[in-house]
T-cell receptor, first 115, second 113 residues
Framework: GAGVSQTPSNKVTEKGKYVELRCDPI?????LYWYRQSLGQGPEFLIY????????DSGLPNDRFFAVRPEGSVSTLKIQRTERGDSAVYLC?????????????FGPGTRLTVL | AQSVSQHNHHVILSEAASLELGCNYS??????LFWYVQYPGQHLQLLLK??????LVKGIKGFEAEFIKSKFSFNLRKPSVQWSDTAEYFC???????????FGAGTTVTVRA
C-alpha cells in the first residue's frame, strides 16, 4: 500500500518568509510524528500527534514552529519568519498508534533551504 | 533523556567483507532499540528492532544485532556485505513506554564492488 508521503520534496525560501510542509500518513495510522534532520546528524524529534491533538510538542525549537492535524490524518508543519538555521530535512513518520512498540514508517522528507 | 552514539562516521568495505557498526546509548531505564537504514534516494526504513527476549535479533537482508545490556550497546552486524548494502545506517532508541525515537548521527557505509 501507499507509504507516508510528504510535499514538497524540496523547498527553497528566503530568510523571514513563511513555509508550510505537508505530511500524508499511512491510512489508518493514528500516530504522526515530525522529526528534523540537520546535515550530518540523525533525525531529532519535533512533535507527536495522536489523532487530531498534539500530544507532545516538546521538540519544537521555538514558537516560530507550529503544526496541525485538524482531521486526524494529514498534518502541516508551519514555520514562521524562517531563519538560515532552519535549513534541514523535515521528516514525517506515522505508526498504528503511539506506543513505543509500534514501528514508525518514515516519509521521504522535505528538504528546506533558507537563503 | 536518551542519547545515542554511533562510533563510525564512514565505513568503506569491499564486497563479501564483514560489517560491524557500533551503537551505544545512555539511559538509566528500559529501552527499545532499533536500526534504520536509508538507501541512496530512499526514505528511512526499519532494519530490525529489539524489545525484549533473545538479545540477538535478526532483521531483513541478512542483518543482525546484539543487545549487550551491561555495555549499553546494540551493534549491527552482517557477515558478508553486498554492493547493495551501500547506505546510511542509524541506530535509535526509545524509552519503554515512550514513542519518541532518539537517533544516533548515522554511519555511512560504502561497499566497493
Amino acid at each position: 500500500g501507499a507509504g507516508v508521503s510528504q510535499t514538497p520534496s524540496n523547498k527553497v525560501t528566503e530568510k523571514g518568509k513563511y513555509v508550510e510542509l505537508r505530511c500524508d500518513p499511512i491510512s489508518g495510522h493514528t500516530a504522526l510524528y515530525w522529526y528534523r534532520q540537520s546535515l550530518g546528524q540523525g533525525p531529532e524529534f519535533l512533535i507527536y500527534f495522536q489523532g487530531t491533538g498534539a500530544a507532545d510538542d516538546s521538540g519544537l525549537p521555538n514558537d516560530r514552529f507550529f503544526a496541525v492535524r485538524p482531521e486526524g490524518s494529514v498534518s502541516t508543519l508551519k514555520i514562521q519568519r524562517t531563519e538560515r538555521g532552519d535549513s534541514a530535512v523535515y521528516l514525517c513518520a506515522s505508526s498504528l498508534s503511539g506506543t513505543s512498540y509500534n514501528e514508525q514508517f518514515f516519509g521521504p522528507g522535505t528538504r528546506l533551504t533558507v537563503l | 533523556a536518551q542519547s545515542v552514539s554511533q562510533h563510525n562516521h564512514h565505513v568503506i568495505l569491499s564486497e563479501a567483507a564483514s560489517l560491524e557498526l557500533g551503537c551505544n546509548y545512555s539511559y538509566g531505564g528500559t529501552v527499545n532499540l532499533f536500526w534504520y537504514v536509508q538507501y541512496p534516494g530512499q526514505h528511512l526504513q526499519l532494519l530490525l528492532k529489539y524489545f525484549s527476549g533473545d538479545p540477538l535479533v535478526k532483521g531483513i537482508k541478512g542483518f543482525e544485532a546484539e543487545f549487550i545490556k551491561s555495555k549499553f550497546s546494540f551493534n549491527l552486524r552482517k557477515p558478508s556485505v553486498q554492493w547493495s548494502d551501500t547506505a546510511e545506517y542509524f541506530c535509535a532508541v526509545n524509552a519503554r513506554g515512550d514513542y519518541k525515537l532518539s537517533f544516533g548521527a548515522g554511519t555511512t557505509v560504502t561497499v566497493r564492488a
